[in-house]
């Protein structure tokens, strides 16, 4: 059988060869030697919504969402446009929301066909179907096109006149909630109606260019071609909506877009305006466009390109002669869905992306902000797409001016003695929203959810180092939210906290000072000020944010050593579900900055917690978030065992991540996981640029291009036997360059002109560099390193008599000597108790240890050339 699938899948690797060497995709591909990152299958996806969610192709613009099923006798393409919205005061799983715009049927009658092949280049950013039938080779190629604003079809046969088909567009879910009508006239079918609830006009154009043959119309709303050589199709959606602020402050749904165009004239002219350009030229504007985005980043694990079709593939990981190629292929899809559904000008990815089947979708469609939304957004920045989140910055200053409202409204009600009387009470964060909505607060989730909003802007301009974006977008985004949690924190305790307080999606809720809270909180405060000191602001409330910052407390060390997630948590499980699917107390660690290798202690109380969520959650995008966080402590084999949870357990045969095994799609653990595999090959939180800091052992070699570090820096290496031999660093913006990897100080530094290039060491694997914007520096000849066995079995034994603790624990294998440290309560780093221990045991005595409540006690090995390891033993001493 397997020799049989080797030699159907060979023929199909010719016949498409043969098929598209004519054009410019397949030009490139025949040329170069190099593999191919691509979805393949030989056969269509089922007609049918299983169809859609496990096999069909995703392709998008922005401007719509289109899935391809890829029939032979009958091509059915669904479209989406995420304004489509019906009305949205359902509650539950399946609710009214986004709806299917288009269901679009190719009626070809080709039944008895031979070498089908389906396939989504990555690379390219096409995709294209071909078969045989009676002698005759038939394809289609489809692209999405951004700049064009229409989706644009070739279809062709290889003998003249073979070509027939019938195109015929229709509208799903007609009823008392939906009207239209469909018709044609000479060469373009019109696809129109109205969402009663909004007002929504809707309107989809269609226009058919033949060469050779005969066309026409019909009274059905149809267009029958006979006889052709080839045919275009283009197809252009949209709506009266608008992103203004106006929807989110009006009332009355069916006033929200009063006032605003209908679509007819805008759709219109994307279709005449593509109709003057050739398929090729559209195709040429379509990958200048996608490849200056797609192309920025490259991951190489050294995968060979596998000859079996990509259903296949899935259903056989981890299989070691495939698997590195579908987790190379698994993070390029994560930036292709955001290449295609987050661009200026469109709305933002939604919990599913910009695709959408149903009348009834998951949860509406919505915008979940308690980390759905974010998540969409985690790879931005990290993978090098960082003009991808204007889309959803212009859609967030559209709803600004209805959080501005409820902000007076919660200060009112929560703390009213802080309330601003002329309204300048800054703004609040939703926990869910969608195009027309922005309702007031959930206890679902704590009002942090708009300081983690801020974080998204804040890593906007931390990223790109653009101080005219920092001065005219971010600081007063993060300005007016710093306002708000100002005034909404009240006095417990000698500390400020946020009261009500909830931890998103917890069952306790409406409590008091959450670390969810608090820590988002603590990011924006100290992002504003960071902020106002590079612009040299002086603004009226700053010295406010600055003395509440030591006091919003962000985080608690609980007595089984984890970061709490509630206030009054003792142990890790004493509260909520241990193994929830939300690691909302870790978001410090993981988008943030807050919790990093300058705050040791605090860093492994993050594995605690960590290794107490556990892998029992079932949920993709959960599984996505512990990538990463599994990453920023530097454990590479934990991040890595997520990611292949993820893939082998959540991902379906079009690599849409199954969200809990339903099937149902959500596109957030897509995006989540390219930004963890990011995370695993580069960080820079603590603005040292750290590569290959999470470097799985499955990964041992390989080699990317182009990630994006703090500072502006695009970063890329190489590596052999898990050890680094090349490093580039590009200085987009000038500035100091801090670089961590050991024995880098012993490294050849140079340009890539080959000039030797000081720099500054701090021991032997910390280095800094002044940079020149736009030069590249290039670090080679990195001695090998040995990385040290931590002890293991840290026990603790107290005598309260004698006011001492003694710790013993199991040797490490490479240890000369070891580090004792501790840290007491909620302190964020160790104090170093003795050095040069030689024995696996140590005694502390301390005078004031009956005063002392908690203390965490760890211990490091020490090698023989004075190398630490990486990371320790842990214990939680509790006053007895």
């Known amino acids: 059988m397997k020799n049989k699938n080797k030699a159907l899948s060979f023929c199909h690797y010719v016949l498409v060869a043969m098929l598209l060497s004519t054009t410019m995709l397949v030009s490139a591909q025949v040329e170069s030697k190099e593999k191919t990152l691509k979805l393949w299958y030989n056969e269509p996806a089922p007609d049918s919504d299983t169809g859609w969610i496990n096999g069909s192709i995703p392709m998008g613009n922005g401007y719509m969402g289109i899935n391809v099923f890829g029939g032979t006798k009958t091509e059915r393409i669904q479209i989406t446009e995420n304004s489509l919205y019906e009305r949205d005061d359902d509650r539950g799983l399946r609710r009214r929301g986004l709806n299917n715009f288009a269901e679009v049927y190719i009626d070809f009658d080709h039944n008895n066909t031979k070498s089908y092949h389906r396939e989504l280049n990555l690379d390219e950013g096409v995709s294209f179907v071909a078969y045989e039938m009676d002698g005759v080779t038939y394809k289609r190629e489809y692209i999405t096109s951004y700049p064009d604003k229409v989706m644009a079809i070739r279809l062709s046969a290889s003998k003249k006149g073979k070509l027939t088909f019938t195109l015929r567009p229709s509208i799903p879910y007609l009823g008392e909630g939906k009207s239209g009508a469909v018709s044609a006239k000479d060469d373009v079918i019109t696809l129109s109606g109205l969402m009663n609830y909004f007002n929504i006009k809707f309107e989809g154009q269609f226009k058919v260019i033949p060469e050779g043959g005969s066309m026409q119309a019909t009274t059905e709303g149809t267009i029958k071609v006979s006889e052709a050589n080839s045919a275009v199709i283009l197809i252009a959606v949209g709506t009266n909506y608008q992103i203004d602020s106006q929807v989110f402050l009006t009332e009355d749904p069916a006033k929200k877009l009063e006032g605003f165009a209908g679509p007819h004239e805008k759709v219109t002219n994307y279709i005449k305006e593509a109709s003057t350009k050739s398929f090729e030229t559209l195709l040429t504007n379509h990958q200048a466009d996608y490849k200056n985005l797609y192309n920025r980043v490259n991951f190489n694990l050294g995968a060979i390109e596998p000859a079996i079709p990509t259903n296949t593939l899935v259903d056989a990981y981890p299989s070691k002669e495939t698997s590195k190629y579908y987790e190379e292929?698994?993070?390029?899809?994560?930036?292709?869905?955001?290449?295609?559904?987050?661009?200026?000008?469109?709305?933002?990815?939604?919990?599913?992306?910009?695709?959408?089947?149903?009348?009834?979708?998951?949860?509406?469609?919505?915008?979940?902000?308690?980390?759905?939304?974010?998540?969409?957004?985690?790879?931005?920045?990290?993978?090098?797409?960082?003009?991808?989140?204007?889309?959803?910055?212009?859609?967030?200053?559209?709803?600004?001016?209805?959080?501005?409202?409820?902000?007076?409204?919660?200060?009112?009600?929560?703390?009213?003695?802080?309330?601003?009387?002329?309204?300048?009470?800054?703004?609040?964060?939703?926990?869910?929203?969608?195009?027309?909505?922005?309702?007031?607060?959930?206890?679902?989730?704590?009002?942090?959810?708009?300081?983690?909003?801020?974080?998204?802007?804040?890593?906007?301009?931390?990223?790109?180092?653009?101080?005219?974006?920092?001065?005219?977008?971010?600081?007063?985004?993060?300005?007016?939210?710093?306002?708000?949690?100002?005034?909404?924190?009240?006095?417990?305790?000698?500390?400020?906290?946020?009261?009500?307080?909830?931890?998103?999606?917890?069952?306790?809720?409406?409590?008091?000072?959450?670390?969810?809270?608090?820590?988002?909180?603590?990011?924006?405060?100290?992002?504003?000020?960071?902020?106002?000191?590079?612009?040299?602001?002086?603004?009226?409330?700053?010295?406010?944010?600055?003395?509440?910052?030591?006091?919003?407390?962000?985080?608690?060390?609980?007595?089984?050593?984890?970061?709490?997630?509630?206030?009054?948590?003792?142990?890790?499980?004493?509260?909520?579900?241990?193994?929830?699917?939300?690691?909302?107390?870790?978001?410090?660690?993981?988008?943030?900055?807050?919790?990093?290798?300058?705050?040791?202690?605090?860093?492994?109380?993050?594995?605690?917690?960590?290794?107490?969520?556990?892998?029992?959650?079932?949920?993709?995008?959960?599984?996505?978030?512990?990538?990463?966080?599994?990453?920023?402590?530097?454990?590479?084999?934990?991040?890595?065992?997520?990611?292949?949870?993820?893939?082998?357990?959540?991902?379906?045969?079009?690599?849409?991540?199954?969200?809990?095994?339903?099937?149902?799609?959500?596109?957030?653990?897509?995006?989540?996981?390219?930004?963890?595999?990011?995370?695993?090959?580069?960080?820079?939180?603590?603005?040292?640029?750290?590569?290959?800091?999470?470097?799985?052992?499955?990964?041992?070699?390989?080699?990317?291009?182009?990630?994006?570090?703090?500072?502006?820096?695009?970063?890329s290496a190489e590596w052999s036997n898990s050890q680094a031999n090349k490093f580039e660093i590009k200085s987009k913006s000038g500035g100091t360059l801090a670089f961590r990897y050991p024995n880098v100080a012993k490294a050849s530094v140079k340009t890539l002109e080959g000039k030797r290039v000081d720099f500054k060491s701090e021991g032997n694997n910390l280095i800094s560099i002044q940079t020149t914007a736009g030069q590249t520096y290039v670090i080679t000849n990195i001695p090998e390193y040995h990385i040290v066995a931590a002890p293991t079995n840290l026990k603790i034994d107290t005598n309260s008599v004698q006011n001492e603790i003694t710790l013993s624990w199991s040797a490490s294998k490479d240890a000369k000597s070891y580090k004792v440290y501790r840290a007491v309560g909620n302190a964020p780093d160790y104090e170093l108790l003795a050095a040069e221990v030689k024995g696996t045991d140590f005694v502390y005595k301390d005078t004031s240890l009956k005063a002392k409540e908690q203390m965490t006690f760890k211990i490091t090995a020490i090698s023989s050339n004075g190398s630490e390891s990486k990371s320790g033993v842990t214990e939680v001493w509790l006053n007895p």
């Open 329 to 715: 292929l698994s993070f390029q899809y994560g930036r292709y869905l955001l290449i295609c559904s987050s661009r200026k000008g469109t709305l933002p990815p939604h919990l599913q992306g910009i695709w959408n089947l149903y009348e009834r979708p998951p949860w509406s469609s919505q915008y979940l902000h308690d980390t759905n939304l974010q998540m969409a957004y985690a790879p931005v920045f990290s993978t090098n797409l960082s003009e991808l989140f204007e889309s959803y910055a212009d859609y967030f200053n559209a709803f600004e001016a209805r959080q501005r409202v409820y902000a007076t409204q919660y200060i009112t009600e929560f703390n009213p003695s802080q309330l601003d009387p002329n309204g300048n009470n800054g703004w609040s964060g939703p926990f869910w929203s969608n195009p027309y909505n922005v309702p007031g607060k959930s206890p679902v989730a704590g009002f942090g959810t708009g300081s983690w909003i801020s974080l998204l802007f804040w890593d906007y301009y931390d990223f790109t180092r653009d101080k005219t974006l920092l001065a005219d977008k971010v600081y007063p985004i993060l300005y007016d939210q710093a306002n708000f949690v100002s005034r909404f924190v009240t006095s417990v305790d000698g500390v400020l906290l946020a009261k009500p307080s909830s931890s998103p999606e917890q069952k306790l809720r409406n409590t008091v000072g959450t670390t969810f809270d608090q820590q988002m909180f603590y990011e924006n405060h100290h992002n504003t000020m960071k902020s106002a000191a590079i612009l040299g602001r002086s603004d009226k409330r700053l010295p406010t944010f600055e003395e509440q910052l030591p006091l919003l407390d962000p985080i608690q060390i609980g007595k089984s050593g984890q970061i709490q997630e509630f206030r009054q948590e003792e142990f890790f499980d004493d509260i909520g579900d241990p193994n929830h699917r939300h690691s909302s107390m870790l978001l410090g660690l993981y988008p943030g900055q807050l919790i990093n290798d300058n705050t040791p202690a605090w860093l492994d109380a993050t594995r605690v917690s960590l290794q107490k969520r556990d892998h029992k959650t079932n949920i993709g995008w959960a599984r996505a978030e512990r990538i990463a966080m599994w990453a920023r402590v530097h454990n590479g084999e934990e991040a890595y065992s997520y990611y292949q949870e993820l893939l082998s357990e959540n991902y379906l045969h079009n690599l849409f991540n199954d969200h809990r095994g339903d099937p149902l799609f959500q596109a957030d653990a897509n995006y989540g996981a390219t930004a963890g595999v990011a995370e695993m090959l580069m960080q820079s939180q603590d603005y040292v640029i750290s590569p290959l800091t999470a470097l799985p052992s499955a990964w041992s070699e390989g080699s990317y291009k182009g990630l994006l570090a703090r500072g502006n820096f695009e970063v």
